[in-house]
């Protein structure tokens, strides 16, 4: 009966510790999210959510200087390494976004022309922040983070 105690211990201080790890990784990696969307995440959605062109590219320009500061090599992803998790293929649509937000501004605003491409950006803008910027999250995560593969 005293292997059993013994055992009984060793198995619940093994899973103490598990427990504890995975507690740190969630707070860390919240953390992290956190962190990401204050200093870059945030001036990308404040460019989605104004209306004025000015604005959005001022915004979005922001956004991709501290993207371009952190300079994430490599994937977002550790796992199923894809091109639309390569962090490089990442940064050409970074910059493709912005161009295209730039050649907005000189556009008339008053011309169809403008509010068409006002709305593609737009959509652009929606599209990126839902499907590229979670990636960058990940790899700010994967890069700042002490447990790194469970961001």
Avoid: H
Avoid at 56 to 73: A, G, P, T, V
């Amino acid at each position: 009966m005293e292997w059993f105690k013994k055992l009984f211990i060793i198995g619940m201080s093994f899973w103490l510790v598990v427990c504890i790890f995975f507690i740190i990784s969630a707070v860390n990696s919240s953390y992290k999210g956190y962190l990401f969307d204050k200093n870059i995440g945030s001036y990308c959605k404040l460019s989605f959510d104004s209306s004025d062109i000015a604005l959005k590219i001022d915004y979005f320009n922001k956004c991709s200087d501290k993207l371009n500061q952190e300079w994430f090599n490599g994937y977002g992803a550790w796992w199923f390494k894809k091109p639309n998790n390569n962090m490089n293929e990442l940064y050409k649509v970074t910059d493709s976004l912005n161009l295209r937000l730039n050649d907005i501004k000189n556009v008339n605003k008053t011309s169809f022309e403008y509010q068409k491409g006002l709305e593609q950006v737009e959509d652009e803008l929606e599209n990126y922040m839902a499907v590229t910027l979670p990636v960058f999250q990940r790899a700010y995560c994967f890069k700042k983070s002490i447990t790194k593969y469970l961001c």
